[in-house]
Nanobody
């Protein structure tokens, strides 16, 4: 099982960019699909982007396609979410998670990090 720690959140104006990082400790990072999820106040946590173990397959929710990019470095046990053209509706706590199954199996993600706050001002 992996232990995950997110970083990189902050306050940014609409149209700006942020880069979130997730550092994993524990064995077998490269065996896991990894994902980013977010939870806005008063809303349920939702899927943002996932990536398979190799980095070749990325999967995005429609609202972030062409604005966000997910990639990973298995040598450094990290997964990154590059967020561009941010909108106020992207404001949320962003969480990193792992899944020993497919990056498309959204409900099977777990080992949640503590989250990092992203706030986009209009």
């Amino acid at each position: 099982q992996v232990h995950l720690v997110e970083s990189g959140g902050g306050l940014v104006q609409a149209g700006g960019s942020l880069r979130l990082s997730c550092a994993a400790s524990g064995r077998g990072f490269s065996d896991y699909a990894m994902g980013w999820f977010r939870q806005a106040p008063g809303k349920e946590r939702e899927f943002v982007a996932t990536i398979d173990w190799s980095g070749e397959i990325q999967y995005y929710t429609d609202s972030v396609k062409y604005r966000f990019s997910i990639f990973r470095d298995n040598a450094k046990n990290t997964v990154v979410l590059q967020m561009n053209s941010l909108k106020p509706e992207d404001t949320a706590v962003y969480y990193c998670a792992a899944n020993s199954d497919s990056p498309y199996s959204i409900k099977d993600f777990g080992s949640w990090g503590q989250g990092t706050q992203v706030t986009v001002s209009s």
